[in-house]
């Protein structure tokens, strides 16, 4: 049992990375097309300015997610198979939104074309916006419960359908994080960029700051009361002392501090997450049946030898993230943007493949 808290603690970890991280990759992501001032040639270069933020970082942050779902799947077999089955609908838009997100920072400056390019700013967009609201929905769902039943091998299924999912508690909890990972990214832009574009991100930050307050602490006051535990009230205090020195450190421009305390609001809303489900891998909904961490676990063999592996790799892994950072530390403005090099349609229709 020992082994089991321990996966479910460390899967809770990688979500932290996961959502601090990628967090503020979503809200990079939702500036792009809300950020960016002036003329059509300036506002492709603070785009890119927000793109190039990120650039180094955002697939790394990625793996997060992608080694969340792989300790899930080798301790917690059980729970992987409910609950990517139970979710498919909503991961699977999730995973082609990211995918589309992918592509189009990859491939918006192959030609120098304006429509070229804001089809691949749209595609940014939207897969920054929806998984940034669809993470709400799915983590609210386990905190709440969802109807699950057992089936003819003896485990439990979840069986409410996709539009169960969309119930006024998760929606809530999808605007929730929503409007966090819009402040973060709003911070993170204002902590990496310098000039008017830094200003800008700085005053958004400042609008966003009170909504996200309001909105994630109505969602967290309600989790607690209605489906949590009473130590959790030490998160949910944490995650509103961090919002609100954020929304401080912000308007004194102490980015750093701000980013910070933003990051300390997201860790603290896992921790809230995580402890609603304790000790269940998935809580059912009402009085129905729980899927346990005991009934969902790996064998204390398999758990045993992913955790000398773990111990092993998760500080190479945080030692890279770290020098990661550290060397793309500098902050960029325009004046760092060179001029677009994207091919045009003329040559790509002259050029000779053979």
Known sequence: MSLQILWFVLIAVLWIGYLVLEGFDFGVGMLTTILPRGSAENKDTERRVLINSIAP?????????LTAGGATFAAFPGWYATLFSGFYLPLLLILVALIFRGVSFDYRGKIA??????????????GSWLPALLWGVAFANLVRGVELAENATGHLDYVGGFWALLNPFSLLGGLTTLVLFLLHG???????????????ARQLAARVGPVAIVIAGGWAVWAQIAYSVPWTWVAVVLAAVGLIVAWVMNSQKREGFAFIASSVTLVAAVVLIFGSMYPNAMNGLGDGPSLTLAGAASTNYTLTVMTWVAAFLVPVVLAYTVWTYYVFRRRISTTDIPAPTGLSWKKIKDASFI
């Open 57 to 65: 970082v955002w697939d790394g942050n990625e793996v997060w997610l």
């Open 113 to 126: 074309s304006a429509t070229w390019r804001r089809c691949f700013d749209w595609g940014i967009w939207v």
């Open 186 to 200: 709003c911070l993170f832009v204002a902590l990496k960029t310098d000039g008017d574009i830094r200003d800008r």
